[in-house]
């Protein structure tokens, strides 16, 4: 029996999803299919507000909702706001801010060097990055790019591009496994990896 076609086309759209594979995609349609119409209301909504309400920061481009005017941690002025953070996006910062111990700000780069797929420096948020840096306001650059071929050649460019501004520049210590994702790793590997981080030469 061929599946009715709004079935087929919520089982394609889950189907997009990262991690979920047709079986499971075909498990979430019927589960939707005989709830409630609230949930499957509630769900629709819900991602309807994440697209047209979620932005990102101007200042450092993580996540905000749409009413602010900059993100929760840029805000917080008990932030040390002379120590920045780069990270890759924003589920980095989720991560880092879970270890509850890293008290500076961010800096989405929102993605990384990758030769491969094209993504050149002027596709990243490295301008933005080297502009807050010669505000002055900063002493400290954390690169926290994921231990990865593209985490690694993004934090050696932007040591370059950092150098000439007599800012002290550190990497995150090797306590991440390679090939990993920051989102991944648990909160005691992340606290050793901030306090490990060493001098870039």
């Not at 200042?59 to 002379?82: A, V």
């Not at 924003?90 to 961010?106: H, N």
């Amino acid at each position: 029996m061929a599946t009715p076609k709004p079935i087929q086309d919520v089982i394609n759209a889950f189907s997009r999803l990262p991690g979920i594979g047709p079986k499971t995609a075909g498990r979430l349609a019927f589960f939707l299919l005989n709830t409630p119409d609230e949930l499957s209301q509630d769900l629709a909504n819900s991602i309807l507000a994440l697209k047209t309400e979620v932005v990102t920061c101007p200042k450092c481009f993580n996540i905000m909702t749409r009413d602010q005017e900059n993100c929760g941690i840029c805000s917080d002025e008990e932030r040390d706001h002379s120590i920045i953070c780069v990270v890759e996006d924003a589920m980095d910062v989720v991560a880092l801010e879970r270890v509850g111990s890293y008290v500076g700000i961010y800096h989405v780069l929102q993605g990384v060097l990758s030769p491969i797929e094209g993504v050149a420096p002027q596709d990243l948020r490295i301008q933005e990055l080297i502009e807050r840096v010669q505000g002055g306001e900063v002493k400290e650059v954390i690169l926290a790019t994921n231990p990865s071929m593209e985490g690694d050649a993004t934090a050696m460019y932007l040591q370059q591009r950092l150098q000439p501004l007599s800012v002290r520049v550190t990497r995150l210590a090797r306590g991440l496994p390679v090939g990993s994702d920051l989102e991944y790793a648990d909160p005691t590997t992340l606290m050793r990896a901030l306090n490990g981080r060493q001098d870039l030469e």
